[in-house]
């Protein structure tokens, strides 16, 4: 009896003491709704983990919400909400091939700083086909699924692409302090993360394995979880499907029972839940009750960091006001593969931007309108990591289609949108908004406050002449405007307008932040408040919006207004002929307009100016030109920099509070006036326009650079001869921006023709008296300084356009096919001009653009050219051509332009190839023709592209301005 009393008293000891310190051990302090719990049954372990370390009442003061898989921006949007209490919010792997809205997509990973790359990988002790744990749907990706051992597969759905590394080195896990072989035994997702500071958990694979995996990850440690905290949210995305269980035990009430299940199941299929992933989640927990919670946003006093002091900028630095002088950037939304209003550019790309330009020894920053919370984070994160900051000057866009549609600012759904936009970013830099989704806007929660360095306000886009005209004589009766802290005198109803709304911003965050800061309003040569007799072009100067009309009163006189503008050296027209500003002499003695143009606009003004925009395109086509060389696109990268830095020093030789460089980054959405027939305006973004000057105004490059032409042909190792005669051989590579042409064994002084055929059914069939099957629609003739590509006349857009369809010029082609008719490739600066002043008509402008140049193509070469288009080396000829130069409205898609005499200047047509050959007479005479005469050109194709391949790449632009910047 006594020894069966023993054994009962010893179970007791066993399950029920561990009970009883279960039951009165501490509450977990986290609560769910009714619905989280429902949601909790689909996963085991987190249903078990959270009855195991128990749920509070009501008073936690930490709400669970789980995402599940197949999230809607409505559970989102639930998830997320933390207007009563704050949250934990755990993400299981997403499905994102199930997220159709791609705006959800992009606030999600924003949220939480997990950007998803597509590829997931598994180890497998098994990788032979028999193996069942290896999906079919993985096999079929591959024919011949010949491997055995153990190994990794790595796959992507999206491009339904497989990667297999036999390896016998096991995945590992943990931290920097320590790693350990992992016990995970299921898919593991590649995520991006914003900042590696944030992952609290990593894999890492073998370097045997990640060098095998370039382009699928980035080192050899890989995201396992990835924290951010916010203000009432705290953020866990989980790479894998880490709460998987066998089985659940029954029990859940014993006090350390996954702490004894870790002991004893270690090496189950779920040995790394009861290892590891409860203790992750135990830290996580204890991470999310340190959320700081609502923070008063209102200042108590009136607050103001930066004011206008006697002509120029001042910034408080430890309570003291110093002297600023602006030298920085403006910063668009463009990235390659995004328009602007889809928001492309990640916080880690803007973290690392803000580096390159403190790096530049820049100050400041200059944005249009509202960018993704990324840009609100990066920033402040590098402000407070550096001692020197880097201070904003923040516009508001005004939708530029409504104003030129209605020609009437006062329209009420311009006035509607325009005060929606400025009040959502007054709250954003406080760090204090939720912007929901909408098309063509960034979006999503912005709790980062950046107040502190925002220097000014520059309202509003460069405004269209005939929406300002409209505007007046629509509210020709309104008058003045005389508001709480900005009134008019003698001002038009447009400035009226623009005075109320610099004056609701104001009163805005007075209210709301008791903060104010110094405003401007966005200006352009086009309506500043100067006559230009000399101007030829009468919208260039029919409308003034003048800055002195409008004043600031109250408060606001404590940090003043200042007026800003875009002045660039080519454009318009006046710039180059008015004959005082050409007369002009600037401090370093030159005759400069640009300078005599910012002398006369500063003059006219009764506070100081900022440029806030004036630059150089560093592009291989070009636009307008200037008498200096300051042209619109056709210079180099190195010409580039030494422009802009005599720019910036004439703006502060003419005593202005500074300029912002546009721009810091290319944007490949962009378009220009004399190109933007030539592509397909929905495909911009996703292939680089060398030929569109407007897409090249940045000191930072996005570049493919497969080929770097510069005589030596490493770059070419690896790809087949497309045509071989003789001892010729013709190669053939494309990316992003070029199609490249590596014709070897032939020396500089022989003729070559390369020849190609882009669309079906048309070009010459006769070149040089030898006879193709396929029509010939461009050559390139390396000629030496005579080189260049010449297309056949009947494909020839320059001249369809200006010639056939707008009688500007004389045709080149009648529209008869065959014509055996090659001609120069030409591009238009200036249509046929009267210049009042000078009583003189110019006639109708353009450049050869065909017109080969020999260089060297390669930004590591000391004699780098970034107009290069050829260079011969030992054993041939490298060439890159331009897309467009072929004619090309899209290459991403094989998309060219059409039939023009048939369907006119929108015509277009998408190929399945194009058919390459040449033609070389050497210079003893002998011709040889590849790939024969009366033989079909080989043809060379490629993948179409939605996602554009590219490297960051700093211009030589950059240095020369962090020089001029010191």
């Known amino acids: 009896m006594n020894r069966f009393v023993l054994l009962i008293l010893l179970v007791a000891g066993i399950f029920g003491l561990p009970y009883l310190f279960w039951l009165f051990q501490g509450n977990s302090g986290v609560s769910a709704s009714e619905q989280t719990r429902e949601d909790l049954q689909q996963y085991q372990g987190m249903d078990w ?66 950007r998803s790359t597509g590829w997931v990988f598994r180890y497998f002790d098994d990788l032979s086909s028999s193996n069942s744990d290896i999906p079919e749907s993985t096999l079929a990706l591959q024919e011949n699924w010949d491997y055995s051992g153990a190994g990794y597969i790595f796959t992507n759905d999206r491009l339904e692409q497989v990667v297999v590394v036999p390896s016998d080195e096991p995945l590992e896990q943990g931290t920097e302090e320590q790693w350990v072989t992992s016990d995970f035994q299921g898919w593991i997702e590649v995520m991006d ?48 499907n880490f709460q998987e269980l066998e089985s659940p035990p029954g029990l859940y009430q014993i006090y350390a029972l996954s702490d004894v299940y870790g002991f004893f199941y270690k090496n189950r299929s779920d040995g790394f839940y009861w290892s590891t992933f409860t203790d992750e989640l135990d830290r996580i927990i204890a991470n999310a009750k340190e959320l700081p919670g609502d923070v008063e946003k209102r200042n108590e006093e009136l607050t103001y960091h930066s004011r206008i002091g006697q002509d120029e900028f001042e910034v408080k630095v430890d309570g003291e006001w110093q002297s600023f002088t602006a030298k920085g950037v403006n910063i668009g939304m463009g990235a390659p593969g995004y328009f602007p209003g889809e928001a492309g550019i990640s916080e880690e790309q803007y973290y690392r931007w803000f580096q390159q330009i403190g790096e530049m020894n820049a100050n400041s920053i200059r944005v249009y309108t509202v960018h993704p919370p990324g840009f609100y984070r990066a920033l402040k994160r590098y402000n407070e990591e550096h001692d020197t900051p880097l201070y904003v000057f923040h516009g508001v866009w005004a939708e530029e289609e409504l ?47 950046i107040s502190d360095y925002v220097i000014g306000w520059i309202i509003g886009i460069e405004w269209y002449p005939e929406m300002v005209i409209g505007t007046n004589e629509a509210n020709k009766d309104i008058g003045d405007y005389e508001g709480e802290y900005v009134y008019t005198e003698g001002a038009s109803p447009f400035e009226h307008w623009l005075a109320e709304h610099m004056d609701d911003i104001i009163k805005y965050e007075m209210d709301t932040y008791n903060e104010i800061r110094p405003i401007s309003f966005t200006n352009w040569v086009t309506t500043d408040l100067l006559d230009h007799p000399s101007e030829p072009l009468e919208n260039e100067d029919m409308v003034s919006v003048n800055p002195n009309v409008v004043s600031v009163k109250g408060e606001l006189e404590k940090v003043g207004q200042f007026a800003s503008y875009h002045i660039y050296p080519y454009y318009p027209d006046f710039l180059n002929v008015d004959k005082t500003y050409r007369e002009y002499v600037d401090q370093d003695g030159m005759k ?20 806030a925009e004036f630059g150089i395109p560093a592009s291989r086509g070009g636009t307008h030109v200037n008498p200096y060389g300051w042209n619109q696109g056709n210079v180099t990268e190195e010409q580039q920099g030494e422009i802009v830095a005599k720019l910036y020093r ?16 290319d944007e490949w959405f962009k378009r220009t006036w004399n ?49 071989k005669k003789s001892s010729v051989e013709l190669k053939v590579s494309h990316d992003e921006t070029y199609l490249y042409l590596n014709l070897l064994g032939i020396k500089e002084t022989d003729l070559a023709q390369i020849l190609l055929d882009t669309i079906p059914d048309q070009g010459n069939k006769t070149v040089r008296d030898v006879k193709f099957q396929e029509g010939i629609d461009f050559q390139v003739s390396l000629d030496g300084d005579e080189s260049r590509l010449l297309i056949d006349s ?25 014509s055996g008719k090659f001609t120069p490739i030409y591009y238009v600066l200036n249509k046929q001009l009267y210049y009042p002043e000078l009583k003189k008509v110019e006639p109708f402008q353009f450049y050869e653009t065909g017109k080969l140049t020999r260089g060297n193509g390669n930004p590591s070469s000391p004699d780098y050219n970034s107009l290069a288009d050829y260079e011969f080396g030992e054993e041939g000829v490298e060439i890159r051509i331009p897309w467009l130069l072929l004619q090309f409205r899209d290459p991403s898609r094989l998309e060219v332009i059409g039939d023009v005499f048939q369907d006119g200047v929108e015509a277009s047509e998408v190929i399945e190839s194009i058919g390459i050959g040449a033609i070389v007479e050497t210079e003893d005479g002998e011709v040889v023709v590849l790939p024969g005469e009366s033989q079909e050109l080989p043809r060379y194709t490629w993948e179409t592209w939605n996602i554009p391949t590219f490297q960051e790449r700093l211009k030589p632009s950059y240095y020369i301005l962090q020089d001029a910047f010191k």
């Not at 020609?407 to 325009?418: D, L, P, S, V």
């Not at 143009?597 to 506070?607: C, E, G, S, V």
């Open 49 to 114: 983990y959270f009855k195991h370390v128990k749920w509070e009442g009501d008073s936690a003061p930490l709400e669970l919400s789980i995402l599940p898989e197949d999230v809607t921006q409505e559970k989102w949007d639930a998830a997320i909400d933390a207007e009563q209490k704050q949250k934990l919010v755990l993400l299981q792997p997403i499905n994102w091939l199930g997220v159709q809205d791609e705006l959800l997509k992009r606030e999600i990973e924003d949220f939480t700083g997990a």
């Open 794 to 818: 009947y494909y020839d857009f320059y001249h369809y356009l200006y010639g056939n369809d707008q009688k500007m010029i004389e045709p080149v082609s009648t529209g008869r096919k065959n």
């Open 403 to 449: 104003l030129e549609e209605t020609k009437n600012a006062f329209n009420e759904e311009t006035q509607k949108r325009f005060q929606k936009e400025y009040q959502d970013i007054v709250n954003i830099l406080h760090g204090n908004a939720r912007v929901l989704p909408q098309v063509g806007h960034a979006s999503g929660t912005y709790d980062a406050d």
């Open 592 to 611: 400069n307009s640009y300078a005599g143009y910012l002398n006369d606009l500063k003059k006219a003004h009764k506070m100081p100016v900022l440029v």
């Open 675 to 723: 190109t933007m027939d030539y592509d397909n305006p929905e495909r911009r973004p996703y292939w680089s326009n060398q030929q569109t000057n407007e897409q090249h105004f940045g000191l930072l490059s996005f570049d493919s650079m497969k080929v770097k032409v510069d005589g030596d042909f490493e770059d070419w190792a690896e790809e087949e001869a497309h045509t």
């Open 650 to 665: 004439t703006i502060l030789a003419e005593d202005y509070l500074g300029g912002l460089v546009f721009s810091w980054q």
């Open 193 to 240: 993360a914003s900042i590696d500071e944030e992952v609290s958990f990593w894999f890492r694979l073998p370097d045997e394995v990640t060098n095998q995996l370039e382009g699928i990850v980035d080192g050899q440690q890989v995201p396992g979880i990835i924290e951010r905290s916010h203000p009432k949210v705290h953020t866990a995305y989980m790479a894998g």
